[in-house]
């Protein structure tokens, strides 16, 4: 167990110590000063708190154990929930917020409709997921509940004992029941919060941004923070000076023009998704598979990109729909393809002081089509082995222009010429194909796969695409639910 004073230290960006910060904890006041800078959300839960229902079972947000609901009043003085993985949330970014836990749903001598339901069902045995399902349900019981989508919500949430039918059951039960009131204080107790907390490491506009970033350029951008996260919880990292993005709403506005879809960089995935179901339906089928709900409710794409990973699922999507980036600074503001953002294995083009501020995305002309896939040891919430993304223009049924994007198959992100020409060019046989993926990518080898299962997964990749193109021939995707 990491004791609460972690030897990590995070130098923040202010001269004294760190403020305070003011946040509702299962509908109590809390107001912490002296708290470590990188204390995760569960250490201070179960050290702190002593609030020991909520678990670390893997540190990196894959098993749910730790799933705690988020809560803020929405414009309607309602509480909007989320749920959240504790193991990588800092508590520094609940300033402003109410976290909620299992220990407060249960009022004696009752307990929570979602409880009860999951008891009746037998939803539960050695009970260390449990708690985890629990929040994962709670947070989710204004939504609607499919089984496509009752399977997407659990997601990211682990059993070893129960086979999930009966949690499925329950959650079926909880949906077709009236919603339990949440109790008055809750909402009372984040209204009485004092306003977020500004200081220097949580900058409140753009410009106080600028300003930080250009006195201490080695800062790292805290935004979602899942991938710095698992760094600090798995490995105990130390991220060095940090700055919270958690004021700054300009960097989560997401607007639709007539021609483009800008999205702000800190942006979560939970709040793209409804944009791109509606405009690039294939874009949000990958992001569903890039994490869980819980990870999808905090991370973000701009986050996802500058982290620069070769296999980064947002990146092909990107190159391949002609994505503008724009980059800020206290210098002034620049535009780059997102082709030409990655200088190299998890390096970007950003300068000292520069950060990613907005992406745009053209709309899709009524000719153009969008396509991904991605190749994984799971179907769900895995790193990709190969990723592809494709825009493809028509004439009629002739092919008159293709971008095509890779991920996993070379250092950076990248776009795959010698594939689109094959594809324009109508060179479409087998050999063919891997002639222009050997031209494009000399694959890496690694523990995911090796070069030559890359190479004919790619080639895999391109047949599918044309098979799907063809009117007379289904191609179906199968797996096990």
């Known amino acids: 167990m990491r004791a609460l004073n ?8 202010t001269e004294s110590d760190m403020n305070e910060i003011h946040f509702s904890l299962n509908g109590a006041m809390r107001q912490v000063s002296s708290l470590g800078p990188v204390v ?13 229902a909520t678990k670390e079972g893997c540190a990196e947000g894959d098993c749910g154990a730790c799933t705690v609901a988020i809560g803020q009043l929405d414009e ?16 520094h970014e609940l300033d402003g917020k109410l976290v909620v836990t299992t220990e407060a749903l249960a009022k004696a001598p009752s307990l929570h409709q979602v409880q009860e339901l999951m008891v009746e069902r037998h939803a539960s045995q050695c009970g ?22 009752l399977h997407e919500m659990l997601a990211g949430n682990l059993c070893r004992c129960t086979g999930y039918r009966p949690i499925i059951d329950a959650a079926h039960d909880i949906a077709a029941r009236p919603q339990s009131l949440l109790p008055a204080h809750w909402a009372a107790s984040v209204a009485a919060l004092p306003d977020a907390c500004i200081n220097a490491a949580a900058p409140a506009d753009l410009d106080e941004l600028d300003r930080a970033l250009h006195n201490t350029p080695s800062a790292k951008l805290l935004a979602g923070g899942t991938d710095l996260g698992v760094a600090i919880a798995k490995y105990g990292a130390d991220p060095g000076p940090l700055i919270s993005l958690r004021n700054l709403a300009a960097l989560r506005e997401v607007k639709l023009s007539e021609d483009a879809l800008m999205i702000g960089a800190a942006a979560s995935y939970s709040t793209l998704l409804p944009f791109l179901e509606r405009l690039f339906p294939a874009f ?17 794409m701009g986050g996802n990109l500058c982290n620069a990973s070769p296999i980064g699922d947002s990146a092909p999507c990107l190159i391949a729909l002609d994505a503008i980036l724009t980059l800020r600074s206290i210098h002034g503001v620049r535009e780059v393809q997102a082709g030409d953002f990655f200088a190299g294995y998890r390096k970007t083009i950003l300068r000292e002081g520069e950060y990613l ?20 040891k799971r179907y769900e919430q895995d790193i990709s082995t190969v990723s592809a993304a494709f825009r493809l223009t028509r004439d009629n049924d002739r092919l008159i222009d293709v971008r095509a994007a890779f991920g996993g198959m070379a250092a950076t992100p990248v776009r795959a010429r010698a594939i689109e020409a094959a594809l324009v060019g109508g060179r479409h046989e087998p050999a063919a194909l891997l002639s222009a993926i050997d031209e494009d990518f000399t694959p890496l080898s690694d523990f995911r796969g090796s070069a030559d299962y890359r190479r ?3 080639c895999g990749i391109l047949q599918k695409l044309l098979a799907q193109q063809e009117q007379s021939l289904s191609v179906e995707d199968v797996w096990q639910l």
């Open 6 to 13: 972690m030897h990590i230290r995070a130098v923040l960006l």
């Open 40 to 52: 995760t959300l569960l250490d201070h839960l179960r050290l702190a708190e002593r609030l020991t």
């Open 76 to 91: 309607d003085g309602q509480i909007a929930f989320r749920a959240v993985n504790s193991c990588l949330m800092l508590t």
């Open 128 to 149: 260390f997921c449990t708690p985890g399902f629990v929040m994962s349900l709670f947070a989710y019981e204004q939504s609607p509940a499919t089984r496509p989508a």
């Open 284 to 300: 949000a089928a990958m992001v569903r598979r890039i994490g869980s709900l819980q990870i999808r409710n905090v991370a973000s």
């Open 357 to 376: 501020w907005r992406i745009r995305i053209p709309l899709l002309a009524p000719a153009q089509s969008f396509h991904t896939y991605k190749l994984a």
């Open 456 to 458: 004919q997964a790619s």
